[in-house]
């Protein structure tokens, strides 16, 4: 991996090019960039996310989360490299399945709404799906491993998840969708 930061303020960037990883220059407009960009964002509104009050279990698992979040930011920023692990996958596969089993099924579209913690993990959802676009483009540009886009997809829906447990947790519930169709009862 690349040096670690000692500064913060270089100057570098001035030109629209940033350093990545390897010390290739790159633009910072670059897919990899915005990936690395998304990616970033992602982690930083999951530290919103914990500020609200959760159960242990949820909290730990975000924090792990966000930890795998900079493996896969450092391992975008150095092109060939892996640094986020296939178990990472695997552990939000069934961090998926542990809580989508406390849940009743849905039967209708849910709008991201709720409590601010559901609301908030609904953005982090939304933020994913994002990343996971971008790293999706790079991939068809340049060679990247496997495991960042699977993560992010795996994520997405997790944060889908988590949003109505935090709904519960709190006394809300999901917030339904109501199409104009289904109000003229069209179904």
Same mark, same amino acid.
């Given at each position: 991996m690349g040096n670690r930061l000692t500064q913060i303020a270089t100057r570098t960037g001035d030109a629209g090019t940033t350093g990545l990883g390897n010390n290739q220059?790159?633009?910072?407009?670059?897919?990899?960039?915005?990936?690395?960009?998304?990616?970033?964002?992602?982690?930083?509104?999951?530290?919103?996310?914990?500020?609200?009050?959760?159960?242990?279990?949820? =909290?730990?698992? *975000?924090?792990?989360?966000?930890?795998?979040? $900079?493996? +896969?930011?450092?391992? %975008?920023?150095v092109p060939g490299f892996e640094l986020l692990k296939p178990d990472a996958v695997i552990a939000l596969d069934e961090a998926l399945q542990r809580y989508n089993e406390q849940l009743p099924r849905l039967q209708e579209f849910i709008l991201p709404a709720g409590t601010r913690a559901a609301a908030q993990a609904h953005v982090c959802r939304t933020v994913a799906r994002r990343a996971e676009r971008h790293v999706v483009a790079l991939g068809q540009e340049e060679a990247i491993n496997?495991?960042? =886009?699977?993560? *992010?997809?795996?994520?997405?829906?997790?944060? $889908?998840? +988590?949003?109505?447990? %935090?709904?519960?947790?709190?006394?809300?519930?999901?917030?339904?969708?109501?199409?104009?169709?289904?109000?003229r009862g069209e179904a």
């Open positions: 220059r790159v633009s910072k407009n670059s897919l990899r960039v915005h990936a690395m960009g998304d990616v970033d964002e992602l982690n930083s509104h999951i530290g919103l996310l914990l500020c609200e009050d959760m159960p242990p279990d949820v =909290r730990e698992l *975000l924090v792990e989360i966000q930890h795998q979040l $900079f493996n +896969l930011g450092g391992e %975008l920023s496997d495991a960042p =886009r699977q993560y *992010l997809n795996r994520l997405s829906d997790l944060m $889908f998840v +988590l949003a109505r447990v %935090l709904n519960r947790l709190h006394g809300g519930d999901d917030v339904y969708w109501k199409s104009e169709r289904l109000q």
